[in-house]
């Protein structure tokens, strides 16, 4: 019963480093979402798929790319990581036929120094 | 475009108070209404949603109900547990298929202490 899964959970990388976040569920959920938490505020939506094959920016998608590689799972890459990306990212689904609700992952902690 | 705004933490209380988040919104239409809590090293969960206006929704002895009126939907609890310690977020979103984002507020920070 894994629900949404996220991997990494830690990761340090330096600044122009790249990476991968990677987004699994096996709830056979429409939709997918890339969220990043800082203090003071809240969450940010930055890149989300409102059903396989098509992606869409939020708030904050500026440094970031995504790809929805199949129905259960969706990528976030930084290809040059910056400090003002140090944060913690949450991916969540969304089903159809819908009720509003999301079901988030445990997040991934990102530090860029 | 939709907002939501809810009060600053941190809100420290006692075990056993009464607790009130308070929570407005700004949406065209008639949007969905939801609670989200967030436990310390976890994601968010669900804690209660409303559909419609005058809808209340409730669990683990929160509350909060919908009012279009006021356009707000406050969270409430009679009497609060050290484990209800946790960061809220109020937030809203269309079911209709228009619109897939979920707007969130910034989340109020609340510990209960014994």
């Known amino acids: 019963n894994a629900g949404v899964t996220q991997t990494p959970k830690f990761q340090v990388l330096k600044t122009g480093q790249s990476m991968t976040l990677q987004c699994a569920q096996d709830m056979n959920h429409n939709s997918m979402y890339w969220y990043r938490q800082d203090p003071g505020m809240g969450l940010r939506l930055i890149y989300y798929?409102?059903?396989?094959?098509?992606?869409d920016k939020g708030e904050v998608p500026n440094g970031y790319n995504v790809s929805r590689l199949n129905k259960r799972e969706f990528s976030l890459r930084l290809e040059s990581a910056a400090p003002s990306q140090t944060s913690v990212y949450f991916c969540?689904?969304?089903?159809?036929?819908?009720?509003?609700?999301?079901?988030f992952g445990e997040g991934s902690r990102l530090t860029v120094l | 475009g939709d907002s939501v705004t809810q009060m600053e933490g941190p809100v420290t209380l006692s075990e056993e108070a009464f607790l009130t988040i308070n929570c407005t919104y700004t949406a065209t239409g008639y949007p969905s209404l939801f609670w989200y809590v967030q436990y310390p090293g976890e994601g968010l969960q669900l804690l209660l949603k409303?559909?419609?206006?005058?809808d209340k929704g409730s669990n683990k002895g929160f509350e909060a109900t919908y009012r279009k009126e006021t356009t707000s939907f406050h969270l409430e609890k009679g009497s609060v547990q050290v484990s209800d310690s946790a960061v809220y977020f109020c937030?809203?979103?269309?079911?209709?298929?228009?619109?897939?984002?979920?707007?969130f507020g910034k989340g109020t920070l609340l510990t209960v202490n014994p």
């Open positions: 937030a809203l979103t269309r079911v209709d298929g228009s619109n897939y984002k979920l707007t």
């Open positions: 969540a689904t969304r089903r159809k036929p819908d009720t509003g609700e999301l079901f």
């Open positions: 798929s409102a059903s396989e094959g098509t992606t």
């Open positions: 409303a559909t419609k206006a005058d």
